[in-house]
T-cell receptor
Framework: DTAVSQTPKYLVTQMGNDKSIKCEQN?????MYWYKQDSKKFLKIMFS???????INETVPNRFSPKSPDKAHLNLHINSLELGDSAVYFC??????????????FGAGSRLTVL | GENVEQHPSTLSVQEGDSAVIKCTYS??????FPWYKQELGKRPQLIID?????GEKKDQRIAVTLNKTAKHFSLHITETQPEDSAVYFC?????????????FGAGTRLFVKA
């Protein structure tokens, strides 16, 4: 029973297109995140939501629009895709963001390739 | 904002030897320091963590130390095995932007040679 699941696992698309990645967690966690991992493996936080509310937006371009319909779901929509958007996007969740040990549980990742 | 630096970027050891990965952080308000292991093509997974009020923590072959004064923390793996080969990330949890966020180091690729 997957704790954090994201779809699709692979996404190949042309520059200029719009695409979405979906994420769901069944852990009952309050906080969800999107991280971007580039080709050099660097993991960078993009967004954080706590109980459907946006908490962190790490100066991500407006082309990226997250949406959290409820605390178990956090989706990422990307408009006008650029070559530099190619990366693995990881969804993650944590119990909340205030507890002392803020353990992140990651999804399997969605590899986006922009041609 | 918080900056986490991690060294070395690549580490190659012989099976059975020890491996040490070091990290520094910049924000004295950071209060929680997890370490994640990412195997090839897989998701990062927590292997050990330490809170800011603790200096050392051990779990079987892995241990983490924290020096708050110097803003250093390190991961120690003893008796390395080939299955320890992976990318290891240190991280720091820091306040910012109305909440808390986990900032990752750049990663260390560990190779354990049989």
């Amino acid at each position: 029973d997957t704790a954090v699941s994201q779809t699709p696992k692979y996404l190949v698309t042309q520059m200029g297109n719009d695409k979405s990645i979906k994420c769901e967690q069944n852990l009952g966690h309050d906080t969800m995140y999107w991280y971007k991992q580039d080709s050099k493996k660097f993991l960078k936080i993009m967004f954080s939501y706590n109980n459907k509310e946006l908490i962190i937006n790490e100066t991500v371009p407006n082309r990226f629009s997250p949406k959290s319909p409820d605390k178990a779901h956090l989706n990422l929509h990307i408009n006008s895709l650029e070559l530099g958007d190619s990366a693995v996007y990881f969804c993650a969740s944590s119990q909340d963001q205030y507890s002392g040990a803020n353990v992140l549980t990651f999804g399997a990742g969605s590899r986006l390739t922009v041609l | 904002g918080e900056n986490v630096e991690q060294h070395p970027s690549t580490l190659s050891v012989q099976e059975g030897d020890s491996a040490v990965i070091k990290c520094t952080y910049s924000d004295s308000a950071s209060n929680y320091f997890p370490w994640y292991k990412q195997e090839l093509g897989k998701r990062p997974q927590l292997i050990i963590d330490i809170r800011s009020n603790v200096g050392e923590k051990k779990d079987q072959r892995i241990a983490v130390t924290l020096n708050k004064t110097a803003k250093h923390f390190s991961l120690h793996i003893t008796e390395t095995q080939p299955e320890d080969s992976a990318v290891y990330f240190c991280a720091a949890r820091t306040p910012g932007g109305g909440g808390f966020k986990t900032i990752f180091g750049a990663g260390t690729r560990l190779f354990v040679k049989a």
